[in-house]
Structure formats: C-alpha cells, structure tokens
C-alpha cells in the first residue's frame, strides 16, 4: 500500500482532520438547496467571521463576487423592471452570489487557519466518502437487476444501459457530472501528491459516472501532464488511467462509443448531401414486351419460369412444415408455447412516448414564447450548446443597448431562469410568484425544450444551454463577463508561479465552465477554490522555508 495512504489511514492521521470543514463540504455538496443553507448557516455559528478582505489591487477574496450582484442591481435600476415577481427573482439572483461570497470565506478561513497537512488528511478522507457513496449507488443497482453489467442491461425501458453513469452520483446526490467533476479533480490531486492507489479508485469512479465530457476533458489534461510535468512513475499511473477508460468504453460499455462516435460524425464530420435523382432500375420481370429485344424477352421468359418453380417448392416446403408440427402437437398432446419477449427487445426498451413533464414543457414554452429563435434545421445540424452561443450573439446584435450590463438576473441564461419558471427544472420556486422573460422563453427555454422534449438520446450537456460563460455574458454584459475573466481567473492565474496540481485543477475548472451554471449550482466551485488556496499556502510555505 502507498506509504502516504498508510500514513493518513493511521490513528494520529485521522484524529488531525478538520472534522468542521469536512462536514461544511459534505453538506454544502449535497444537491438540496435547504441543506447548503444550512451547511452555512451552521459553520458561522461555529466559526464567525466577516473579514473578506475585498479591494481591487491585492483582494484576499475575488472581487469578482462583489461585482456580479452589484451589476444585477444596477441592470434593475437603469431598466425599471420594478414588478414584484421580477423584483423577487433579483432577490434570489443576489442571495445566489452572497452564498457564495460567505462559502468562499470559510474555506479561506479554513485554509488560512489549519495547518496543511491536517487539510490534506480532510480532502483525502472527503474524496474517500465521495467513493464509498458512488459505491453504494452502484450496489444498488445490482441489488434492483442482480450482479450483471448494468451498461448492458436494457431492461425496465433502459432505465440503466447507457444512463447508469446519471444513478452513480456520489455524495452530493447531485447529477453525475458534478461527481465527474470531484473525481477528477481527485484524480489530479492523487497523482500529484503519489498518492495512487487513490488515483485509480477515483479514476475508477470517474469512469462509472459515464461522463464523456469530463473524460474527454481529462484524458486532454492527462496528455499535457504527461507531456510537460511528469515522473516515470506518474506516467505510468496515467497510462493505466487511459487503459481503463479504453477498456471501459470498448468491453463494458460500447454503447457510451457508440455514442460519442455518431455525435462526432453527425455535428463535425457532417458534409452537405449532394442532391442527385433517385433512378430506380426496374427488374426485367416487370418490364413490358413492347421495351424488350429478342435476348431480353427470352431472358424474362427465363426468370419468370424460374420465379414459378421456386414459388411451387416453397409451397410444398411449408406443407411439410405444417404437417409436421401438426403430428408432434397430436403425439405430445400439449399446446405450443409461445416464448415470451426477451428484456432486450424493444418492448422493454427507452419509451419513446412523452412524458407529463415533457408536454407541460411544450405548453409552457408555447404559452409564454411569441416568437422562438430555434428552428428545427438548426436542431438536426447543430448541438444545442453551440445553437445557445448563437443566439446569445443575435440577441445582443438586435439588442446593443443592454450589452453593458446584460439582459438583467435570471432573465436569458441561468439557473434561476429556469428555476424561476416554476417547472421545477432546477429546484422549486414559489407558484404565486413565478416569472419568464419573453427573451429567456423565445432564446435559451425553446431551444432547451426542442431537445429535451425529444428522445434520450437527446438528453445531454452537449444539448443544455447551461453555461457560466453564457450567463455573465447574457445577463450580466460586458461588465460581467470582464469581472469573470479578470477578477475570477485573474485572481487565480496572478498565483499560477505557486501553483503545482493548482494549474490542471483551474484548467479542468474552466472546461467545467462551459456546461453549467456552476456557481448557482454552490457544489464544485467550493471544492476547485479549497484546492487552488491550499496549494498556493503550501508552495508559499515550501518556498519560504
């Protein structure tokens, strides 16, 4: 076993974990909203303080999430939009940013007040429960569908099969892809502190979550480390890391290729059709004479003559079939059995039927859209994720005035856009007060239901609009999305000379960026900023010592 495993599964290792900051993170990455709050509410209570340390030249904390409510509020005073409805959603909006500012407080807090080892002991054992939870989800599976390959099993209308990785979701009981994400960002970790028997378990898990983006996204990283900053050994590592992956994809689960291979192939190898007529040849059998040379004629006396003979064998063929079976039955003196379906075959497989949900989707978009910008050929050519970027870009072509400070909070592309909606897409949101922009339901609403409202296998990140990137542009303007790249990753890249397992971890954070609304999410933003913070406090430690 790794001597620095054995060193943290020993008695003393154990008893030096910050048990405060160990239990904020489970609860703040649970999915449930009630349960973060809670999560804050009770490490105040239990560490007070409100020292954030804000300014523009050496923030303790990213100014940036100052800026983000302070231009919400500014896009609500310049544009009068004072109803009641409206006015809550920018309450919520601003609440979002304040639970973050009072999360990344703690975990600097934490981070400024433990000494490093004791996090370190605290993030390994939090990874080690995020396992043993991903773990159970997949003992559960085998305890529903007994011990068989559930990426195979199309049983219960594909209930698993290709959609096992969205039921392995870890501790946080969020969507695999928040799972993904902590593992990955476990993986980096383990192989940068060789630590790697945990390198493969959260490798392992990883691989169970089935997410094709965070794959693709790590094997990317992989290669750079390898390439640029690397051990002998921590290459091998990697290697294994890759081959489990390839063995995965090609023996466990073939349909997760298949389906990244026919995504590949029908939105980036896709080459416009060359129209040319459909000739049908006509066979010499249905031919009239009057069209026939003597050579042809005999030849269509030749195959209908051989047409009659064949038709004449299979009917004395069948007879004695028939007979046959008939005189077994009569022996027997039983009844044939008819043998029932099979769970593989389509009777039993993904429903192809909409659902509830699904149809109150289409009714709403239809009731509160007067003029939706998605067009079905857009649809079949394009990924939903690309459709959204293009029509953020055309909305602010037909609407240059709000490009400052964006369409407003919760009004184009965010979390609470769609939460507020109140079809529970993103969590609930009070029925008396519900609210939709008619910019969000023509643009971001209608493209996200003409996918989502389609078959499973249009139920994916490559096909949600949901993006970081997207929402400060859209929402927030160009005041927004400068905050986020200069005092957000700024703010971090200033540090990146102190950096080791920091620069993949902030480079697998801006990937993540682009397929969610991760800071409403309040999940792995809180864990990428513990990290980032511990290794610039431990290379400042190493480098004055």
């Not at 383990?190 to 790697?196: D, G």
Request: one cysteine or more; a positive charge; hydrophobic letters at 50%.
């Amino acid at each position: 076993m790794n001597n620095r495993l054995s060193a943290f599964i020993s008695k003393k290792a154990v008893n030096a974990i910050e048990w405060k900051l160990l239990i904020f993170l489970v609860l703040f990455m649970d999915v449930k909203l009630v349960v973060k709050l809670a999560a804050i509410v009770l490490i105040f209570i239990l560490q007070p303080d409100f020292k954030f340390g804000f300014n523009i030249k050496n923030s303790r904390l990213p100014v940036f999430y100052l800026l983000m409510p302070a231009i919400a509020v500014l896009n609500w005073l310049l544009y009068q939009n004072f109803s009641l409805d409206y006015s809550l959603v920018l309450l919520t909006g601003v609440l979002f940013w304040v639970a973050s500012i009072l999360a990344i407080q703690q975990v600097k807090l934490f981070v400024e007040k433990t000494p490093v080892e004791t996090l370190h002991d605290t993030l390994v054992l939090f990874f080690i429960i995020n396992i043993a939870f991903s773990l159970l989800n997949l003992a559960a599976i085998f305890w529903e569908i007994g011990l068989q390959n559930p990426f195979r099993y199309q049983g219960e209308y594909q209930k698993y099969f290709i959609n096992t990785g969205d039921h392995i979701k870890g501790l946080s009981f969020d969507s695999s892809t928040t799972n993904a994400l902590i593992n990955s960002f476990g993986i980096i970790y383990f192989l940068y502190r060789k630590i790697y028997l945990l390198t493969l378990a959260c490798m392992a898990t990883l691989i169970l979550t089935a997410s094709n983006f965070t794959n693709l996204v790590m094997l990317l990283v992989l290669l750079l480390i390898f390439v640029f900053r690397s051990s002998k050994e921590q290459k091998s590592i990697m290697t294994v890391c890759i081959f489990m992956l390839v063995i995965f994809l090609a023996k466990f689960s073939p349909q997760n290729d298949s389906y990244i291979t026919e995504n590949f192939k029908n939105y980036f190898l896709k080459k416009e059709a060359r129209s040319h007529p459909a000739v049908r040849e006509i066979p010499i059998r249905e031919r009239p004479d009057s069209l026939l040379n003597t050579e042809s004629r005999k030849e269509k006396i030749a195959v209908l003559f051989l047409d009659s003979l064949e038709r004449a064998h299979l009917g004395i063929q069948a007879a004695i079939e028939k007979t046959a079976v008939v005189s077994l039955v009569n022996e027997q003196n039983i009844r044939p059995q008819i043998p029932g379906d099979s769970i593989h075959t389509p009777a039993f497989q993904s429903r192809k039927d909409t659902t509830i949900v699904q149809r109150q989707l289409i009714a709403y978009v239809n009731t509160h859209s007067n003029d939706p910008v998605v067009s079905a050929a857009e649809v079949e050519a394009l990924p939903g994720k690309i459709i959204s970027f293009i029509q953020s870009i055309h909305f602010f072509r037909s609407h240059p005035g709000k490009l400052l400070t964006g369409e407003g909070a919760g009004n184009f592309s965010s979390k609470l856009a769609f939460r507020a909606t109140g079809l529970k897409m993103s969590g609930g949101y009070p029925q008396k007060f519900i609210y939709c922009d008619t910019d969000f339901a023509n643009n971001h609403l209608a493209l996200y239901a003409a996918f989502f409202t389609k078959t499973e296998g249009s139920h994916s990140i490559i096909h949600s609009p949901a993006s970081v990137y997207d929402q400060v542009f859209t929402e927030y303007g160009l005041l927004g999305i400068g905050s986020f790249l200069f005092f957000y990753i700024g703010f971090f890249l200033r540090h990146i000379k102190k950096l080791s397992y920091g620069i993949p971890v902030l480079l697998i954070m801006i990937a993540a960026f682009t397929v969610d609304y991760w800071f409403e999410q309040l999940s792995i933003v809180v864990l990428f900023e513990l990290m980032i913070f511990l290794d610039i406090k431990e290379r400042a430690e190493n480098i004055v010592a």
